[in-house]
């Protein structure tokens, strides 16, 4: 049984800066890529950073220059670095990951349970 397990959420002023980890734990040969989602009440969720690997980044377009995706392959561990917080970064914050738990299976992604992040003015 895989699991992942977000923290680092919290109540920030705007202009803040706060780290989200998640951490994958269980039955893990590999981990693809992995990836940081978010939904705002009444929104849709919507992707904000993946990496892959190798360590390639992509963003979103609104997060771009303020968060950095990052990830510790040897702690199974992936890592949002999100500065210059805006209220509207105001959202649950979910880890998603593309894992493989034993050699002969076949890759599932997984879900966290995610984490509160809320900006105030």
């Known amino acids: 049984q895989v699991q992942l397990v977000e923290s680092g959420g919290g109540l920030v002023q705007a202009g803040g800066s706060l780290r989200l980890s998640c951490a994958a734990s269980?039955?893990?040969?590999?981990?693809?890529?992995m990836r940081w989602y978010r939904q705002a009440p009444g929104k849709q969720r919507e992707l904000v950073a993946s990496i892959t690997s190798s360590g390639t980044t992509n963003y979103e377009d609104s997060v771009k220059g303020r968060f950095t995706i990052s990830r510790d392959n040897a702690k199974n561990t992936m890592y949002l670095q999100m500065n210059s917080l805006k209220p509207e970064d105001t959202a649950v914050y979910y880890c998603?990951?593309?894992?493989?738990?034993?050699?002969?299976?076949?890759?599932?992604?997984?879900w966290g349970q995610g984490t509160q992040v809320t900006v105030s003015s």
């Open positions: 998603n990951a593309l894992i493989v738990p034993t050699p002969r299976a076949s890759q599932f992604r997984y």
């Open positions: 269980g039955t893990i040969f590999s981990i693809n890529d």
